[in-house]
């Protein structure tokens, strides 16, 4: 077993949830650094030494330092996980790619920005967000018709990249009444052995 990963992370950021769960589901031991968004600590000289971009989530894999929650992933994958979790062939891994830039544009501008407004007051349109919000879901919704998990029979960690912030919708007032297919893609998820969840906010709908 490996020493301890720090994972410097807020517990209400989807982006560091996202690399806590992959952690989990590998098995892999944590050690979790706060990082307090609202009093600015990750613009202070001591967080930029360690992301020059000043975002979480950031780990130290025993001086081995990896920021970009994607970025992070892929490093989890190729270093702790199996050929399951980001696939070698070049189909496979292009199915990844393809919803790990999904998770990193639809899903931040959509039910991630929607999120950001009631639960951080970021200043984004709420109508603009939500709508950007169902239009990727009505899409995931047919993509999910084909297949039980994003790229394939199998969990991968595009999975793990987009599941946070699309579970969380609701607390950005983005229902996910309407689309079925989506809300037993995330049943999968929950079930897969190590899934633990984000803590929820009181915020937005209570349902969905």
Do not use: C
Not at 110 to 130: C, K, S, Y
Request: charged fraction near 20%; aromatic fraction near 8%.
């Amino acid at each position: 077993m490996p020493n301890a990963i720090t994972l410097y992370r807020h517990p209400l950021s989807g982006h560091a949830h996202r690399v806590e769960l992959m952690l989990s589901l590998l098995g892999l031991p944590i050690e979790r650094v706060f990082v307090d968004l609202a009093k600015g600590e990750h613009k202070q000289p001591e967080f930029l030494a360690l992301n020059r971009f000043g975002q979480i989530p950031v780990i130290d894999d025993n001086g081995t330092l990896v920021s970009d929650s994607n970025a992070i992933l892929v490093y989890l994958a190729k270093r702790y996980g199996t050929p399951d979790w980001l696939p070698e062939d070049p189909v496979g891994a292009a199915a990844v790619q393809r919803w790990l830039s999904i998770a990193a544009g639809p899903v931040a501008f959509g039910p991630a920005a929607a999120r950001l407004v009631t639960v951080f007051a970021a200043p984004f349109n709420p109508e603009e967000v939500i709508a950007r919000a169902h239009a990727l879901f009505r899409v995931m919704e047919e993509e999910l018709a084909e297949r039980p998990f994003l790229a394939g029979d199998r969990a991968t960690i595009a999975d793990v990249a987009n599941y946070s912030y699309i579970a969380h919708s609701p607390e950005g007032n983005v229902s996910l009444e309407d689309y079925p297919n989506l809300r037993a893609w995330l049943a999968r998820v929950e079930a897969l052995p190590g899934f633990v969840p984000m803590p929820r906010t009181a915020i937005g709908l209570q349902a969905g």
